[in-house]
């Protein structure tokens, strides 16, 4: 899980005391004493202001967001309900099996659309990584380069 390995790279620096979502409490200031101490200089030497901040906003976008799954779903049940029920002509085929196979189809189409939007909260969950990533690199970056690394 993403938030465990973020932490689990990051434990010396912050001694193991630090939860991932108290990742968006860390000042600039306290993100630099930590390095600080961690790469062994002076933290006069890292300002605050060299050090992005996390923010909740960045944290909450990691967190699966049901109500857009649901409400993709919920919009899709009229086409669903209207699909199942068929024609009249297609009910009274049933024997043939045509009805049978289009309810199966519809049911199908359904199925796709909704991994289809499963897919992308995923790939946005992972998306929304990539900022955390970059800021935490930058702060190994900025502490490496003070310290002459």
Do not use: C
């Amino acid at each position: 899980m993403f938030e465990e390995d973020i932490m689990k790279q990051n434990q010396d620096i912050f001694f193991g005391g630090q939860t991932f979502q108290g990742l968006a409490d860390l000042s600039g200031q306290d993100i630099g004493k930590a390095f600080a101490q961690y790469y062994d200089f002076d933290p006069q030497d890292a300002p605050g202001s060299m050090y992005g901040e996390i923010t909740p906003e960045m944290l909450k976008a990691l967190k699966y967001d049901p109500t857009g799954i649901q409400a993709a779903g919920q919009s899709m049940l009229p086409q669903l309900l209207q699909g199942m029920e068929g024609s009249q002509a297609q009910k009274m085929i049933t024997g043939s099996g045509a009805f049978q196979r289009q309810q199966q189809g519809v049911k199908d189409v359904y199925g796709q659309s909704m991994a289809n939007v499963i897919g992308q909260e995923r790939s946005r969950m992972t998306q929304a990584r990539t900022p955390i990533r970059d800021i935490m690199s930058q702060w190994h970056e900025a502490a490496q380069s003070i310290k002459g690394y």
